[in-house]
């Protein structure tokens, strides 16, 4: 593969933050993101809020990362956008700016899917980190292929086997919600504004695990289920609470411990599965619910346990973001896929083949 010195613009607007990344070849030079609160009163996305917050807040997000970086507009070689999956009026307006903005700058545009960036997010290098030169010759610490990748987002769980840098084999995912959607609407159902994922992480850091126990997940072979332990959730709050209306405000902790253990417990059943079926020695994990702290230290535990090299991206990296697009679009650029102007976003698309 050519190396390039190219600088690319990267758009992310696929739910409901708003990011512009400058990257430098695989250097970041800025990753600008304005998060939506609007929605926390709601207790989940409200597309036509975030549709609406998208159009304040594009241009200055774009104006911002160009200045954080140090980089002119006339010095960008290629515009990467997500084009899917994600929330239709979201996607159209991260979409149609950078349609318009490749076309007034004449240069191309790259159409880029965010669960596949989610992983790439992997090889982001950072402004600071040593020369590319310098760290090539050191055999730095990026995933070899094959690896495996767990993908965990408010949408998304799935088990991902990565063959090169655009080579993505699905192995397994969720037949009905996704691990952080079993987060956040548990959250919900104790009081906790959205996304509840983060608050369960911090109010179970001070929690006993083995306290609660709720529904097993029955799913055969490499694929998850969550709602049914997201339901029993459910019930066991409102049983609970009928014979003590202050019962979650005394249980907190406990609660979230158990319930963040239990589906924490689930998602690496399936983990240790895929290596053991794949052979693959290499674990990597992506998406918004990486960013919680059991899963990672679970994660880095492995690595004693069934001698596995793993990795997880630093935290900005781990939500939804634009520098994990413009990875995904330097190496789309280097293999010169470029999208006509014409596409259009995609409220599903698959993650491979
Ligand atoms: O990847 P992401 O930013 O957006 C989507 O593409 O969905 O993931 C957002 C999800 C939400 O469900 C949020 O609650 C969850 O990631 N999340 C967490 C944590 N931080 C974010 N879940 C559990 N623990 C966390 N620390
Ligand atoms: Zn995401």
Do not use: W
């Amino acid at each position: 593969m050519q190396k390039a010195n190219t600088y690319i613009l990267a758009i992310e607007s696929s739910c409901d933050d708003t990011s512009c990344a400058i990257l430098n070849n695989n250097v970041v030079l800025a990753n600008i993101t304005a998060n939506q609160s609007v929605h926390e009163q709601y207790g989940g996305v409200i597309p036509e809020l975030a549709s609406r917050d998208h159009q304040k807040n594009i241009v200055p997000v774009v104006d911002a990362a160009l200045k954080k970086a140090g980089v002119k507009l006339s010095q960008i070689n290629a515009i990467a956008v997500t084009v899917g999956p994600g929330l239709m009026g979201s996607l159209l307006v991260g979409l149609t700016f950078a349609k318009s903005l490749a076309l007034a700058l004449k240069i191309p545009l790259i159409e880029v899917n965010h669960m596949q960036a989610h992983i790439l997010a992997h090889f982001i290098k950072e402004a600071g980190d040593k020369t590319e030169e310098a760290q090539d010759n050191e055999q730095i610490n990026f995933p070899q292929f094959p690896f495996l990748c767990l993908t965990v987002s408010g949408g998304h769980t799935q088990l991902v086997k990565i063959k090169g840098h655009l080579e993505f084999e699905l192995l397994g995912q969720t037949i009905d919600d996704a691990v952080g959607e079993a987060f956040d609407k548990a959250a919900k159902v104790i009081g906790l504004p959205y996304p509840g994922g983060p608050l369960i992480d911090k109010y179970a850091k001070a929690g006993n695990k083995n306290k609660f126990k709720f529904a097993e997940s029955n799913v055969a072979g490499l694929d998850y289920s969550f709602s049914g332990i997201k339901t029993s959730f459910l019930y066991f709050i409102q049983n609970e609470t009928l014979k003590n209306k202050n019962f979650v405000a005394e249980n907190l902790n406990d609660i979230c411990a158990s319930y963040q253990s239990h589906l924490i417990k689930v998602l690496l059943k399936k983990v240790k599965l895929a290596l053991k079926q794949t052979g693959i020695k290499q674990l990597a994990v992506a998406g918004g619910v990486s960013a919680n702290s059991l899963l990672r230290e679970e994660i880095k535990n492995m690595e004693k346990e069934i001698n596995v090299k793993t990795f997880i991206p630093p935290f900005e990296y781990c939500t939804d973001n634009a520098a994990m697009i413009g990875i995904a679009g330097y190496y789309k650029f280097l293999q010169g896929q470029f999208s006509q102007v014409s596409v259009v976003p995609q409220v599903r698309m698959e993650t491979g083949s």
